[in-house]
């Protein structure tokens, strides 16, 4: 063992000396060669000050801090705190003892511990552990220009990596906001950083505290980041490969609650953020008092050892302040006028529907958004993020959308953002829609809205969106471009495109096909709130029934949105659930139903075991076929990359109104050494009708991997040594879809 001590110099008036011990281990190993192991380090940051206090304040000793460094920061010695405000002129920092209301200290910024609008101190002698802080701002009181500096009201910061306070869910707040210093303890190791193009997905969406809530899902941890974990063998033996977190940002489920015919409402979904940079403490199974976050990183790098990504839905269009009768507790007392679009009377802009819009493009807001994806991509290795109304990002200041938003670009190009998924809800509260013309910098893919409504249509039988359901299972090329960033739009093909025919806002796949109406009066709105264009279908009873034939037929057109879209250019994406018959009794907005209108039910996983296992061979099916996910090489036996087929394998010109039609993938996949070729077929008509299948050329032949219909004897798809070989012609039966697989002697 040898231990070396290195030394150096800060730049402090006495050259202080900062020592750091390294210890090595050296290994001698046959050949003589001596190999070094650096198998532990302490060391202390380096920074360009002296950590020499400088005064007295409040009784604590304190100097000027690092100006640079947003939030709090344990330090050897105390910790930094740093914080901004352009119109504020004054600025407190308090400290609490847990749990209590008023602070034991109080400890002014002096003005030479401010350079521009920055104020930081260090305070020396704190222990993280024994203290919660927060911060008051003085400053104009001016509505009608957007001031609103209240030097009693106390503050959250902005940056802060934790809220104080975990709590029991469903717990009202009490008090104001105060936050934490954390201390990151979680070692990552040395795991390497996906790859994944994005059109190797296979997305599932899912709410934390909604997956494993109910009382059936078998865990532990219910409703817990660790009880998500314990859910990853289910997710392993599905065969998905990224989760889609609905939000984990600090919220308040309980700001808006209210009762309605009894039942306890609340913000369940979690749209409204508290904090950016703090994981929601409600979601935690253990306490976790200076190091948050602690489970949310083991659950993460437990997915990722199990090859599955993690993407966050993430909130940057409004916050939880709300409108004018909103609370203040953050951005508000801050810089009010900065943080969000203002009307020239002082009044907020609503393009999120949600009370208040914030100010994407304006460089601090734009700062603060930087830096809190690069936290979370680095200190939590998430994989990517969904922006929630993500046209909000591209609006000017006045609201007004922009050509080229800074904002966006600006992600676009980021070197530690450059490997993340930045996919875009592209459409806003206010009127803007933006798919297929969004921003993309090469870099954003977006939530196909274009695909869910046009197949939505078209598998429950309105002809008449053939042609844009057709384009949408081909990866939309007529929105997105080639597989290539396309210039001027910017986009990368298949890979800018996530396809969905249901998500958390909307039906589920189930109610897609049990109810033509959303039913809503749970959520004591008189059923006004939700979307009124859902394009479903009841299959012909309104709801619950025994009716044997209603369920045969919900269940087929079940298994033929899955089949479709598993076998569609663009990454596939559905909500936790769908797989096995997940119901909300026809609410299609449940985002303030914490009850058993969201929560899974794990029962039907059982009782609908037969659809699952259809989803399931799907996702493999998609995964073991790259020529649906990609452009492959031309295939070796001839065919055509791409083609559509009437009812005859023969005619590529279909009607406009065709309620029959197939798509053939064919290409050469390297990686097998032969030939990927699959044929998908539909029949969105009540009939049978015959279709003749494009001719193989040589000993090709087409087998029959999937039927929805089924056999008649309960399958509905066939396992590559169970598959069914086809000649030239095939019966499809009514509303079904088959695909076939091309095989070669």
């Not at 097998?672 to 699959?678: A, E, L, M």
Request: contains cysteine.
């Amino acid at each position: 063992i040898i231990a070396c001590s290195q030394y150096c110099l800060t730049h402090s008036s006495k050259k202080s000396i900062i020592k750091r011990q390294t210890t090595l281990k050296i290994i001698h190993t046959k050949d003589r060669r001596i190999h070094l192991k650096l198998y532990s380090r302490k060391f202390t940051p380096q920074y360009p000050l002296s950590i020499a206090p400088m005064g007295e304040i409040a009784g604590y000793l304190v100097r000027p801090g690092m100006f640079d460094i947003n939030g709090a920061y344990a330090l050897p010695v105390g910790v930094n705190f740093t914080i901004h405000t352009h119109e504020g002129t004054a600025c407190e920092l308090l400290l609490f003892h847990r749990y209590e209301e008023e602070p034991y200290a109080v400890i002014p910024f002096p003005e030479e511990y401010k350079i521009g609008d920055v104020y930081s101190m260090i305070v020396f002698g704190l222990d993280i552990e024994e203290f919660e802080y927060a911060y008051r701002v003085d400053g104009p009181w001016e509505p009608k220009k957007g001031l609103l500096f209240d030097k009693k009201k106390i503050l959250l910061d902005p940056y802060a990596r934790t809220v104080a306070g975990q709590r029991v869910w469903g717990d009202e707040k009490k008090g104001s906001y105060h936050a934490r210093v954390v201390k990151d303890i979680f070692d990552w190791g040395d795991m390497p950083q996906s790859s994944r193009e994005l059109c190797d997905l296979i997305i599932y969406e899912l709410h934390v505290r909604g997956f494993t809530r109910h009382s059936s899902s078998g865990v532990v941890h219910k409703g817990t980041f660790a009880g998500l974990k314990e859910k990853i063998p289910y997710l392993k033996d599905l065969g998905v490969n990224a989760v889609e977190l609905m939000p984990i940002f600090e919220f308040d489920e309980t700001m808006n609650a209210r009762m309605v015919d009894g039942n306890r409402l609340l913000d369940y979904w979690g749209y409204n953020t508290v904090c950016f940079f703090a994981p929601n403490t409600s979601y935690t199974a253990a306490n976790e008092y200076n190091q948050e976050g602690t489970e949310l990183k083991d659950l993460i790098k437990t997915l990722h050892d199990n090859e599955i990504e993690v993407i966050l839905d993430v909130v940057f269009n409004h916050t939880a302040e709300g409108n004018e009768k909103g609370p203040s507790f953050s951005f508000k007392g801050l810089d009010n006028n900065i943080y969000y679009m203002l009307t020239p009377d002082g009044n907020y802009y609503n393009f999120s529907g949600c009370g208040n819009t914030l100010n994407c493009n304006h460089p601090i807001v734009q700062q603060m958004i930087l830096e809190c994806l690069r936290y979370w991509t680095v200190s939590y290795r998430v994989d990517g993020f969904r922006f929630d109304l993500a046209s909000i990002l591209g609006r000017n200041e006045d609201g007004s959308p922009m050509n080229n938003p800074p904002l966006l670009k600006t992600l676009a190009a980021d070197p530690i953002l450059s490997n993340v998924k930045l996919i875009a809800e592209a459409w806003d509260a206010g009127g803007l829609y933006q798919v297929g013309s969004f921003p993309a910098h090469g870099r954003w893919a977006e939530w196909n809205g274009r695909y869910r409504d046009s197949l939505r249509s078209f598998l429950k039988g309105d002809n008449w969106e053939s042609t844009a359901a057709l384009q949408s299972i081909a990866g939309s090329k007529d929105l997105y471009g080639e597989e290539q960033p396309d210039e001027p739009s910017g986009y990368a093909g298949y890979n800018s495109c996530v396809n969905f025919i249901t998500c958390h806002d909307g039906f589920t796949l189930y109610d897609l096909y049990a109810y033509n109406e959303k039913h809503n009066e749970n959520n004591g709105w008189d059923n006004t709130d939700g979307a009124n264009d859902n394009r479903s279908w009841n299959c012909g009873q309104e709801g619950a029934t025994d009716d044997p034939q209603v369920l045969n037929l919900r269940f087929r057109m079940i298994r033929n949105a899955c089949a479709v879209l598993m076998c569609s250019r663009g990454a596939p994406m559905f909500p936790a659930g769908d797989e096995f018959g997940n119901t909300q009794y026809g609410n299609n907005n449940g985002y303030c139903q914490d009850n058993e209108i969201s929560w899974l039910d794990w029962n039907l996983l059982e009782k609908n075991r037969d659809l699952y296992e259809f989803f399931r061979f799907m996702i493999h099916y998609r995964l073991e076929h790259a020529i649906i996910r990609k452009k492959l090489p031309k295939a070796v036996c001839g065919m055509k990359r791409l083609r559509n087929y009437d009812i005859d394998g023969y005619n590529t010109a279909l009607p406009r109104d065709a309620m029959v039609c197939s798509v053939c993938f064919a290409g050469y996949d390297t990686d097998k050494g032969h030939d990927d070729v699959i044929c998908l077929s539909i029949n969105t008509y009540w009939e049978d009708v015959t279709i003749t299948l494009p001719k193989l050329p040589g000993t090709g032949s087409w087998f029959l991997s999937v039927n929805t219909f089924g056999d008649g004897e309960g399958r509905t798809f066939y396992p590559e040594c169970d598959e069914i070989h086809i000649d030239d012609t095939f019966i499809l039966r009514p509303r079904s879809v088959a695909v076939f697989t091309a095989r070669w002697r």
